[in-house]
């Protein structure tokens, strides 16, 4: 009996043809194989009826032509399809799609969450019939999304500012990057004092009021997915430097001794498994991997069979992988095996027939998947491996100290922290290194060696990091798992948002198309909207409401009166000048007169804006103070001023290493450094592609160096090799 199985990844091929045998036949979908059409009413391929909503699909590409010819011809020799595509809402989908090109009249779906023999094989014994509420859910996501994106992304082409589209969560999560730098934008610094005393005995304790107006600090940390706790130890802030002194001067003109002692020993739980976002968070802060590279090297360690599936929002763990886990810290740590393993909560609308992200084989040897994997993947699979055993393991416990002492009327503290067992954090690493408090006593004496204050300042809040803002993302129930990643990289891609010192900074464009939007289309960038389509979406893939009224209401109700008020509120001549309103100020100042300097808008320079100073300031050429931005300083410069032409190439002794002819020395300014290269000194055959990498630079030692060919007459091999090619 020939049986055949479609997945959706061809990078699983391999692995499960090596587990079901020579029966068996695997071919790939490559994802999807077809979208809506892009016909009817605004290319939107469906027509929203008063009842009922009529949708027309076409394959996505030539590609995927000739794949669903594939999967048909394949279809025709086998005597048993199985659909294998990726357990989740949106390979529910993909499975219907190959489903109805195959015209299969009961389809066999088969869900595995690990590709390993076990697992796969399991599935394959007990095939299921698609689960036509996922289906209805992901066919609703799709025309939501294409309503939105075709009837909305017009409004925003009239800005002609180089926006290309609006979407149902690229626009929401855009706002909260926008919201974020108007915050930045509006923040007006405080100066403030912070006042500590040094004690010989070999602490530092903080200004924490008087006697009689003690305001005790808590312990303020900072922890989530991404890295370590970081303790902050500050004093009571003081808004000016008269009352700083006058602090300081009654700390050295008064006698020190302790007040009170308090000590706890608190327990901190293992964290859970990995879900979808805390990956990506974990994987951005730790291996500084973008979400999409994140996933996409996740990709690859589930192919290989070893991790479960990487996206999903629950964490949940099977019974054979905890009862591994726990075998193998019985055999390894056994000081941190738990009578209870701790019980960690998934979201309310998490999947829960899906696991979380963990390894599908916990005793695997880190030496043998070392050689095996590329560096990223190791690096993955070791964080993934990590986190799965120290949500297995026993809690921390961490011994916390306070120590108030007092001087005259003002009292002092000083906190510590001391990791007394590491438990979980053995494996996973997320609490601050040891500060120690020493041994005293209650009222003793205390020799206050230094008393003084530091003048600090209040800080904007901060732009998000990639990771953070999935994790903000996840909080307000924008996206899913699946469309974290994506929807940053669109951003990106539309030139909407940029990474700059790796936090994600709305460009001119996005916070044009921003202001816009909260004209327009006001509700679709709220979080709280965009969650609530979510909820319905869920309520829909859990059979609890129907597809397509839901849309038809929606759209009616909503989006269609919305578009037209946008459209007759903001009629055509508003948008040229809704474009050209006061130009945004930026926070770098003029070097000439300080005051902050303005950002043009252009498309001719990478950050999408240049800076100009409105107040008149000029340049050493008389022209109008302006500054660029320089990639290779990470700063704003002034134009570089013009060089002289560079001097005539000069002809070398060093021959060309593909066509022997003399290499010439070349000399050039970029970035206002005088720089040059040894290159070919045929100007024709430059431009062949055998003399493509045949350029040498100056290395720190005076050589010259080439990125393929190495330091110029170190290997003649390689010229001959060269030359060969």
């Not at 990771?467 to 990643?485: C, D, F, W």
């Amino acid at each position: 009996m020939r049986n055949l199985l479609i997945v959706e990844s061809a990078g699983k091929i391999k692995k499960l043809k090596s587990i079901l045998g020579s029966d068996w036949d695997v071919k790939a979908s490559i994802g999807h194989i077809r979208q809506l059409a892009n016909d009817g009413d605004g290319a939107l391929g469906f027509d929203l009826g008063a009842e009922t909503i009529d949708c027309r699909y076409i394959p996505r590409d030539d590609r995927a032509k000739q794949t669903i010819a594939g999967l048909i011809a394949a279809a025709k020799q086998a005597d048993r399809v199985f659909i294998a595509s990726d357990p989740d809402r949106e390979g529910e989908v993909i499975g219907w799609h190959i489903a109805q090109v195959l015209k299969l009249k009961q389809p066999q779906r088969v869900v595995y969450q690990e590709i390993t023999e076990s697992a796969v094989k399991k599935a394959i014994a007990s095939p299921r019939s698609l689960d036509m509420a996922l289906v209805e859910a992901g066919r609703c996501r799709d025309c939501l999304d294409k309503l939105v994106g075709y009837k909305g992304s017009p409004l925003i082409w009239r800005l002609n500012n180089g926006a290309k589209s609006v979407g149902r969560v690229q626009s929401a999560t855009l706002h909260l990057v926008c919201q974020r730098e108007r915050e930045i934008q509006a923040f007006k610094p405080q100066d403030y004092w912070s006042v500590f005393v040094d004690y010989a005995e070999g602490f530092r304790a903080f200004y924490n009021g008087t006697a009689q107006t003690v305001s005790p600090v808590a312990d303020e940390e900072t922890s989530d997915d991404a890295g370590a706790t970081e303790k902050v130890a500050e004093s009571t802030r003081v808004l000016s430097q008269a009352e700083a002194d006058r602090l300081v001067a009654i700390g050295k003109a008064n006698s020190h001794q302790v007040s009170t002692i308090e000590g706890k020993l608190a327990p901190k739980k293992p964290p859970a498994p990995f879900i979808t976002s805390s990956l990506q968070q974990a994987a951005g802060a730790r291996l500084k991997f973008s979400p999409e590279h994140t996933m996409s090297v996740a990709q690859k360690l589930y192919e290989a069979g070893l991790i479960t599936y990487m996206r999903t929002d629950s964490v949940e763990l099977s019974q054979d992988f905890c009862t591994a886990a726990r075998e193998w810290l019985l055999a390894h740590d056994r000081d941190n095996v738990p009578t209870k393993v701790a019980k960690q909560r998934s979201s309310k609308d998490a999947q829960e027939a899906h696991e979380a992200v963990r390894p599908t084989d916990i005793t695997k040897a880190s030496s043998e998947l070392k050689q095996q994997l590329s560096a990223d993947e190791f690096a993955l699979y070791v964080m993934i491996w990590m986190r799965s055993i120290a949500s297995q393991c026993k809690p921390a416990q961490i011994r916390k100290t306070t120590i108030v002492t007092q001087s005259g009327e003002i009292q002092w503290q000083a906190r510590g922290q001391m990791l007394e067992f590491a438990g979980y954090a053995k494996y996973w690493k997320d609490i601050s290194g040891d500060a120690v408090l020493p041994s005293v006593q209650p009222k003793q004496p205390l020799t206050a060696a230094n008393v003084s204050h530091e003048q600090k300042q209040t800080q904007p809040p901060p732009r998000y990091s990639e990771p953070k803002l999935v994790q903000l993302m996840e909080r307000r129930g924008i996206g899913r798992p699946s469309t974290y990643a994506p929807t940053i990289a669109t951003l990106k891609q539309r030139n909407y948002v940029e990474l700059v010192k790796s936090k994600v900074q709305p460009t001119t464009v996005g916070l044009q198309v921003d202001d816009f939007l909260i004209q327009a289309l006001p509700e679709l960038i709220q979080s709280e909207f965009t969650a609530g389509m979510e909820t319905q979406l869920d309520a829909i893939s859990k059979g609890q409401q129907e597809w397509q009224s839901y849309l038809i209401e929606w759209n009616r109700s909503y989006f269609a009166p919305a578009l037209s008020k946008a459209t007759k509120n903001l009629p055509e001549q508003d948008y040229g000048s809704f474009q050209g309103k006061e130009l945004e100020k930026s926070r770098s100042k003029c070097p000439t007169c300080s005051k902050p300097m303005s950002k043009v808008p252009t498309k001719k320079v990478k950050k999408g804006y240049f800076l100009k100073c409105e107040d008149g300031c000029k340049d050493a050429e008389g022209k109008g103070l302006v500054m660029f931005w320089s990639e290779r300083t990470s700063e704003w410069q002034l134009p570089q001023p013009k060089t002289e032409q560079s001097s005539p190439p000069k002809l070398t002794e060093h021959p060309c290493p593909v066509c022997q002819k003399p290499l010439e020395e070349y000399n050039y300014t970029k970035d206002g450094q005088a720089k040059s290269m040894l290159r070919c000194s045929d100007a024709a055959a430059r431009t062949r592609p055998k003399h493509k990498d045949i350029a040498y630079f100056r290395g720190n030692q005076g050589q010259w160096w080439s990125p393929k060919l190495g330091n110029l007459g170190a290997d003649a091999a390689k010229s001959s090799q060269v030359k060969a090619q």
